[in-house]
């Protein structure tokens, strides 16, 4: 879905370097055109994030049947939480969503981009199961 959505934008952007105008075209097509461009790489984003957060809570509830024991993992999430904030990481943002814990911080705004839902959800989650 992020992919498609990327290509439109990609698309748009080509549209409007080498024409696709007509002769009767009034104009009012390229401020949609402008707006695509802009709105549809971010909502790709967001689509992504989303998915990507998806994947994290299966990875627990998979984790979580492997291993036989949900309290056991969501206890290891709360050490490793409790030592990434005792000893922040400093990473490159490029590869933060390889890590278990989130190693960035963010405000409510840089939630929305996560790769990593909340840690406090996804232990309520692991303790639930």
Known sequence: MAGAISYLATMAQWAMIFGGRSEDDEGGGIIGAIAMMIIAPLAAGLVQMAISRSREYQADATGAAICGSPGSL????????????????????????????????????????????PLQERIARLRRI
């Open 74 to 117: 969501a206890s290891a999430l709360e050490r490793l939480d409790q030592a990434n904030r005792r000893h922040p990481m400093k990473v490159n943002p490029a590869t933060a969503q390889m890590y278990i814990v989130n190693p960035l911080t963010a405000g409510q705004i840089g939630k929305l981009f996560s790769t990593h839902p």
